[in-house]
């Protein structure tokens, strides 16, 4: 079970880290 999940959360949680990334770096002056 724990594998099922981790497999569902990984890619959204890497998503969600790239989207912060991309946020961080197009932010305006």
């Known amino acids: 079970m724990e ?3 981790d497999m569902l ?3 959204i949680v890497q998503e969600y880290q790239a989207d912060q990334l991309a946020a ?3 932010e305006p002056e």
């Open 3 to 5: 594998g099922k999940l």
């Open 9 to 11: 959360i990984q890619p």
């Open 24 to 26: 961080l770096s197009a």
